[in-house]
């Protein structure tokens, strides 16, 4: 019986080395080339795997691309979860330490432009379903941004979250363009002045 466990385990962490093996290949492959340029010959040619082990985990190009969103969004919420740990208690400092990691995020040395928008330009279908992924990374932002601004007491939260998620917006697409010395490295001071004048009294 513990041989045949043992067995089993193996099996178990070979057939998903392999699913992530294709999925990180694919994931490196679309932000590099773009998706509509990298076909899945070349994923399997790079990933090393049969064709027949991508489409048994994969069974389209699209279920693909959306598994690469998925796994991009996973780690994007990971690490605004770690920043959320290490930021302390203040609703301000919060604010300020979640745009400081976007900041660092966009002026890295591999970063050519966010994931999500980049793939939104690439399918015109507003119902394919790597644009439904889009989406929804949009929406959750949102939520994350409201659940930092309702406590800052501002006249206008609604207002403020919006200002600041096209001020992020702004941000992933400014560094695209312009590298690490765009105006995205503003975003701290200017989501300050966003806050400061919904604080200040009329």
Request: charged fraction near 25%; hydrophobic fraction near 40%.
């Amino acid at each position: 019986m513990a041989k045949t466990e043992k067995t089993t385990s193996s099996a178990a962490v070979s057939t998903e080395s392999v699913r992530d093996r294709i999925l990180n290949t694919a994931r490196e492959l679309f932000y590099r080339h773009g998706v509509q340029a990298v076909g899945v010959d070349t994923v399997v040619a790079q990933s090393g795997v049969a064709k027949t082990s991508l489409y048994r985990w994969f069974p389209s190009k699209d279920a693909l691309i959306v598994a690469v969103l998925e796994k991009e969004a996973e780690e994007r919420w990971a690490g605004w979860d770690y920043t959320a740990a290490k930021s302390g208690t203040e609703p301000r400092d919060r604010l300020r330490a979640q745009l400081a990691g976007i900041v660092r995020y966009v002026t890295g040395p591999k970063y050519r432009g966010c994931p999500f928008m980049n793939v939104t330009a690439e399918f015109a279908n507003p119902e394919h379903p790597a644009r439904a992924v889009a989406r929804e990374m949009m929406e959750e932002l949102r939520r994350r941004v409201r659940s930092l601004v309702d406590p800052l007491g501002v006249r206008n939260a609604e207002e403020l979250t919006e200002q600041l998620v096209m001020l992020i917006d702004g941000a992933f697409s400014s560094a695209q363009v312009f590298g690490k010395d765009g105006p995205h490295r503003l975003l701290v001071a200017a989501a300050d002045a966003l806050v400061d004048s919904q604080l200040t009294k009329r």
